[in-house]
């Protein structure tokens, strides 16, 4: 059972370039998200979907976009790289449901750096 | 709106030595708190959680009491070991959708 696997797990950048973080989940979770993980900062919510076809802006979308074309992928993409978007980025799925019912299940996470 | 405030770290610790991490949490609704951990190179992952006032989440040897007078789900374990190194991260719920988490406690414990 892979769970949530994301790739690549490391890459850099050039300031302008721009990039695909791959996303996918094995375990028929309706609800998918993605978050960026900066140091001291916890974690911020950039998109998120709650079903194929499907997605809407967390707290920090400008710079990204996704798409949720199937429920196991949900890849995010990154237009014209900037330094401050040098981050971790975690994918993560769930089955939904109200509040206490909703436990995310987390990828290992991409180690993305913008030169 | 919504969010949640725990202890900055990081917290240094020996074997068998007791672990407390604060957090404490503003929201406009009625929600479920969480604690997920992160341990090196991984992902977060659920620790345990608590959905009501007074409700007591344990895991592993960690509880957190869910405390609605004082807004705080503070994390506690009695006797840690050096596999309980990790990031702790505090996070609350009030939709069916979204959590929103603290910035996370570093937590490194000597044998």
């Known amino acids: 059972n892979a769970g949530v696997t994301q790739t690549p797990k490391f890459r850099i950048l050039k300031i302008g370039q721009s990039m695909t973080l791959q996303c996918t989940q094995d375990?028929?979770?309706?609800?998918m998200y993605w978050y960026r993980q900066d140091p001291g900062m916890g974690l911020k919510l950039i998109y998120y979907s709650v079903g194929a076809g499907i997605t809407d802006k967390g707290e920090v979308p400008n710079g990204y976009n996704v798409s949720r074309s199937t429920t196991e992928d949900f890849p995010l993409r990154l237009e014209l790289a900037a330094p401050s978007q040098t981050s971790v980025y975690f994918c993560?799925?769930?089955?939904?449901?109200?509040?206490?019912?909703?436990?995310?299940?987390f990828g290992a996470g991409s180690r993305l750096t913008v030169l | 709106g919504d969010s949640v405030t725990q202890m900055e770290g990081p917290v240094t610790l020996s074997e068998e030595a007791f672990l407390t991490i604060n957090c404490t949490y503003t929201a406009t609704g009625y929600p479920s708190l969480f604690w997920y951990v992160q341990y090196p190179g991984e992902g977060l992952q659920l620790l345990l959680k608590a959905t009501k006032a007074d409700d007591k989440g344990s895991n592993k040897g960690f509880e957190a009491t869910y405390r609605k007078e004082t807004t705080s789900f503070h994390l506690e374990k009695g006797s840690v070991q050096v596999s309980d190194s990790a990031v702790y991260f505090c996070a609350l719920s009030v939709n069916d959708y979204k959590l929103s988490f603290g910035a996370g406690t570093t937590v490194t414990v000597r044998a």
């Open positions: 375990m028929n979770h309706n609800y």
């Open positions: 993560a799925s769930s089955f939904g449901g109200m509040r206490g019912a909703n436990v995310l299940t």
